[in-house]
């Protein structure tokens, strides 16, 4: 069965400073990775995915992932942080038996200082 | 604007009693999903649905139930039996529900016990 890790449940930059969320996976398939972003008290908001084809992938918001076979690694990264990225981040990946059911990561959340 | 509705915010619940949380979309779409979010365990999946009239347990299915009657509800029924419903509830759909398809959440139901 599919699985993630993500490591580090708080991570604390500085405005202006590289974030960079880890998330690996598990999967004896090629998977489909995802990153989902959750402000509080709301839903998930999609920020990106990979499925095929490309394996640096672009997101809303500035942030890209590059999915990485050798390492089973989908890290999260974004140059130059905002004090509105402030929000829990989940790594989900797809559990290939033909319906969407994602598996979650147990998320990272990202503190932005000023 | 097209989205999906959950209701209420907030719901609390006495010991032994049913209660129910609402879920409504707007977008057309076949698929719905409920997810239970718990404070560093991520989210986990209780109940899916492909279609009307037809759905499938999850990953935490026992002490929940759900219904599909119309393609734009799937209501989630938190029973009695139960134990441990405090959580954040959400509610998600997809177009088809297909392996690389993105979510779209709700905003969430948080359900208290008095």
């Known amino acids: 069965a599919q699985s993630v890790t993500q490591l580090g449940s708080h991570v604390s930059v500085s405005e202006g400073a590289l974030v960079l969320l880890r998330c690996n996976y598990s999967s004896s398939v090629p998977p489909y990775l995802f990153w989902y972003v959750q402000y509080p008290n709301q839903g998930l908001q999609l920020l990106l995915k990979y499925t095929t084809g490309a394996t640096l992938v672009k997101g809303i918001n500035g942030f890209e992932a590059e999915f990485k076979k050798s390492e089973t690694s989908f890290h999260l990264t974004k140059p130059s942080a905002h004090m509105s990225d402030a929000a829990e981040y989940f790594c989900a990946v797809s559990d290939l038996t033909g319906f969407q059911k994602l598996v979650f990561g147990t998320g990272t959340r990202l503190l932005v200082s000023p | 604007d097209g989205g999906i509705t959950q209701s209420p915010k907030y719901l609390f619940r006495k010991e032994g009693q049913n209660v129910t949380l609402s879920c409504e979309q707007n977008l057309n779409h076949d698929a719905m999903y409920w997810y239970r979010q718990d404070p560093g365990q991520g989210l986990r999946l209780i109940y899916y649905s492909q279609i009307v009239n037809d759905f499938q347990k999850g990953d935490i299915a026992e002490g929940y139930s759900v219904s599909r009657e119309k393609k734009e509800s799937f209501p989630l029924t938190v029973t009695s039996a139960q134990k441990n419903p405090t959580a954040f509830y959400l509610c998600?759909?997809?177009?088809?529900?297909?392996?690389?398809?993105?979510?779209?959440f709700g905003s969430g139901t948080q359900l208290s016990v008095l």
């Open positions: 998600a759909s997809s177009s088809s529900g297909v392996t690389n398809e993105k979510l779209f």
